[in-house]
């Protein structure tokens, strides 16, 4: 049976606000003060382990690596607990395979706490019985070791596994994980990715354009049933 794997960040809610502002915080507090969204877009779908480790070296941060995640991680809890959103269009994609019984879980770069934090700030908890964080597998995206822990823990085969990504870390992950993938570009600019390029489905708008139907009918073959619960 089609086993279903979401990103989390930019996927099913738009977190990326509070990301960016948790990492400005982090890094203001070193004496960074010109890291803004543009930069921060660059590390979309990328873990926040290894976000930091390529930030810390390029501002030359004498604070070990592990004072800055936690500092991050503590900024990105206080943000989250006060308001992230869930994508109108994913929470319907979410309750319709959920009503058909198709297993799903998460599969993020976020820590675990976090993505705990997020899926019950927006109702989405009870859908995913499996939630896997990068802090978890050895690598992080784009190497396929979350979504195959994910698939692992489903007892999914990679072969009828399908990835809902934002990124092009995410996509190549997902192809390298031997899974189908489903693109929703968080930044549309992105569409052109070999990555999302390679995706069996695309909206290469992004969020604005996504079709839970049309989703539905890609991962489980059976074609359009009707709108999304």
Not at 147 to 164: I, N, S, T, W
């Amino acid at each position: 049976m089609t086993a279903v794997l979401f990103d989390l960040d930019g996927t099913l809610v738009d977190s990326e606000p509070n990301y960016f502002e948790a990492g400005r915080r982090t890094l203001a507090r070193h004496g960074v003060t010109d890291f803004d969204w543009e930069r921060h877009t660059d590390f979309i779908g990328i873990g926040t382990r290894e976000t930091l480790a390529v930030l810390r070296a390029q501002y030359a941060i004498a604070a070990p690596l592990e004072e800055l995640l936690a500092s991050k991680n503590g900024h990105y809890l206080d943000l989250a607990r006060a308001g992230t959103r869930a994508f109108p269009g994913m929470r319907r994609f979410v309750e319709r395979l959920h009503a058909e019984g198709v297993p799903m879980a998460v599969a993020s770069g976020s820590s675990r706490t976090a993505i705990g934090a997020v899926l019950a700030g927006t109702g989405l908890a009870g859908y995913f019985p499996v939630l896997v964080s990068a802090e978890e597998v050895p690598r992080g995206k784009p190497e396929p070791d979350v979504f195959l822990e994910a698939a692992r823990r489903l007892g999914a085969d990679p072969a009828d596994c399908v990835v809902v990504e934002d990124a092009p870390p995410g996509a190549a992950a997902a192809h390298a994980a031997g899974m189908r993938c489903v693109a929703v570009p968080y930044v549309p600019a992105t569409a052109d990715d070999p990555a999302f390029l390679r995706a069996g489905l695309l909206f290469p708008a992004g969020q604005d354009a996504f079709d839970p139907a049309a989703a539905y009918a890609y991962v489980t073959g059976r074609g359009d049933t009707g709108s999304p619960a």
